[in-house]
């Protein structure tokens, strides 16, 4: 923000009201030079109150652009807030210094109302707290200041150290270097893109690197730092569409099942764990750290995996398999470790051996899921579904797989151009020196 300017009331679509600025500064106060108080640019919009146990959290519609607040009627501190960006968070007001003050109490989407309300009745009206609004940082702060405060906030409960170690290592690759000295506020979308195609063009991280940067410019913006709605990382893509999925041969499959019977007394465990793969389209990591407490009926309730909580549905050969093995075990997990209390973490070596055994080339244990998706996605089941089967929290996930369901939809339009074609060919009756075209609409005797 190189001026002060007022923000026009379409910022926050749903609200339906001109926002307001926290402070003394109206909000079509004359131009000037940008007051060095962060609370005189620090917008937030005017929320409308409802009943939120009367709303479906999960399918209120997201805002256009910015955000979108709802307060609760029932606890007056307690607020539902909807991003463009799909988030939605609960968040707590309240009152310091007699500044009106918001801070985040977690995904809404996994704190019940309940559990929510709870939170806000218990918290004090007016005292400091660690809100995210406050404004922790200068006007003039840069990306390489605030970025090392952005990734402990995520740290504490919401990210996993995997994920944290992952985006710091973009972070020192790819943004710190071309806009650590950046002023935060002054980052636009031109900018951004710039950055986008560069690091596009020298590395595949570019997915990581962008969230990254996203999550970076949200946070931001909840510190005062940008204005809500600015994120120029907005409509960059995250994900590669390219298309991805491979279905493998069916004598690949039934080789590989035979290699798999022939050394199922050598090594068991990666047989039956290379088996539930294939069976289940499952990650490598969710059967390996499988125990059995998370196996209800035909489900495995998994508590946490890559992307959350998620469940792998067990089909009858899947769960014959199971049976076979709790039979035999007295560890709580399907795959103990041969030493130590914990499951089995890597079956490389035992893969390879079985590739050998099998006869085939380069195949990667991931291309087994990739195949189970291919195989549903060419047999016209729904991506949303696959999606589903797979554990993908985002639709963007599984549209890589959509080619095969075009290649599905054309076989399938063939067959039927064939059926009205073997129509035309033998129900046609001369009538007066022309052929009448006689078809039969009744489906029998065709197809």
Known sequence: MTGWKPVEPTTFIASHKSPRVLGNKPEHASSGPPSRDLWSIRVMPRADRIDLATADIATLPLPLRGETIFRDTVIPALGLRLRFSGARTWVLFGKHTGRTTRETLGDACHIPLISARRMADLAPLDAPSPSPSLPLFGNDARV??????????????????????????????????????????????????QWHLDVAARSTAIRMALSTLSGLMLYAEDHGLRE???????????????????????????????????MQMRIPDACDAVRLLLLTGARRSEILSLEWDWIIGSRAVLKDSKEGPRTIWLNTPARAILTARQCDSSSPFV??????????????????????????????????RHHFASLAVSNGIDLHIVGQLLGHH???????????????????????????DRSLRTSRIPSNGRDRIKLSVSGGGHG
Not at 162 to 177: C, E, F, K, Y
Not at 337 to 353: C, L, M, T
Not at 401 to 408: F, K, M, N, P, Q
């Open 335 to 368: 795959f103990p470790a041969p030493r130590g209390n914990g499951p089995v973490k890597v079956i490389d070596f035992a893969w390879a051996a079985i590739r050998a055994e099998a006869g085939i080339g380069p195949l990667r244990v991931h291309d087994l």
């Open 394 to 420: 985002e639709v963007d996930s599984t549209l890589g797989y959509a080619h095969l369901a075009t290649d599905a939809l054309m076989k399938s339009a063939t067959r039927v151009s064939r059926v009205i």
């Open 228 to 262: 809500a709605g600015s994120n120029p990382c907005r409509g960059l893509s995250k994900k590669w569409r390219g298309q991805r999925g491979q279905l493998l041969p069916a004598a690949t499959i039934q080789t590989l099942w035979a290699a798999l019977d022939r």
């Open 144 to 193: 390489s200041e605030i970025l090392p405060h952005f990734l402990a906030a995520g740290a504490i409960g919401r990210w996993k150290p995997g994920t944290i170690r992952n985006m710091r290592s973009v972070a020192d690759q790819h943004i710190l270097p071309l806009l650590g000295r950046m002023r935060v506020r002054d980052l636009t979308r031109e900018q951004v893109a």
